[in-house]
């Protein structure tokens, strides 16, 4: 079987969009992964990868900086690959909005595989001001996680751009 060389970059707080990134590099392990964290590298070089799969966790609407600053400084080499396009968040009435705020509407267009993956609410490592705002957005609901189905369509929709790529 063909393999294709993809990078996995995200952005993450509070190590959810974390977990998301390396549970979708494991499923994709049969090709060559790399992962690169925002927080280490704010601009890898993607340049020799064949996709690039970008995510980042919505707080307050919204996401994250660094995220937004790599696909902007991105954009061009990113429009010349296979791309796909995840958020990590808690609101599920609101993640189509968030999902289209998340991301330029160029970007969205070339994206072959968006998703909404869920998120987590880890309390321990909120603060006082984060806990107050929290209870808005999670409408009192305390559980939350990452959403296996969602993930796994995900990665199939990913599959079947890795197998029209090898074929083509
Ligand atoms: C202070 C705060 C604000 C948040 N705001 C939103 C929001 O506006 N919409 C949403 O869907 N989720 C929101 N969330 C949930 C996060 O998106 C969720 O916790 C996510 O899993 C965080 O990912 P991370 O651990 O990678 O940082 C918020 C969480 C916190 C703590």
């Given amino acids: 079987m063909q393999k294709m060389k993809i990078a996995i970059v995200y952005w993450s707080k509070n ?3 974390e ?3 390396n549970i979708i590099g494991e499923k994709l392990s049969e090709n060559e992964v790399d992962l690169f964290d925002l927080q280490i590298d704010p601009d890898p070089n993607v340049s020799g990868h ?3 799969i970008i995510g980042g966790p919505i707080y307050f609407g919204m996401m994250q900086n660094p995220v937004k600053m790599f696909c902007k400084h991105n954009e061009k080499l990113l429009l010349e690959k296979e791309i796909g ?3 990590c968040s808690i609101s599920r009435e609101q993640d ?3 999902f289209e705020n ?3 509407v160029k970007i969205r267009n070339h994206s072959r595989a968006n998703a909404c993956l869920g998120g987590e609410l880890i309390f321990e490592k ?3 001001f984060e806990k107050l705002m929290v209870w808005k957005v999670a409408e009192s609901h305390l559980e939350f996680h ?3 189905l969602e993930t796994d369509t995900f990665v199939e929709k990913l599959y079947a751009v890795i197998a029209n790529y090898c074929t083509a």
Avoid: P
């Fill in 102 to 104: 998340a991301f330029s």
């Fill in 126 to 128: 909120l603060n006082f």
């Fill in 96 to 98: 189509e909005a968030q």
């Fill in 85 to 87: 396009l995840f958020i």
């Fill in 50 to 52: 064949d996709m690039v």
């Fill in 15 to 17: 190590g959810t969009t």
């Fill in 146 to 148: 990452i959403d296996q």
């Fill in 19 to 21: 977990k998301a990134a």
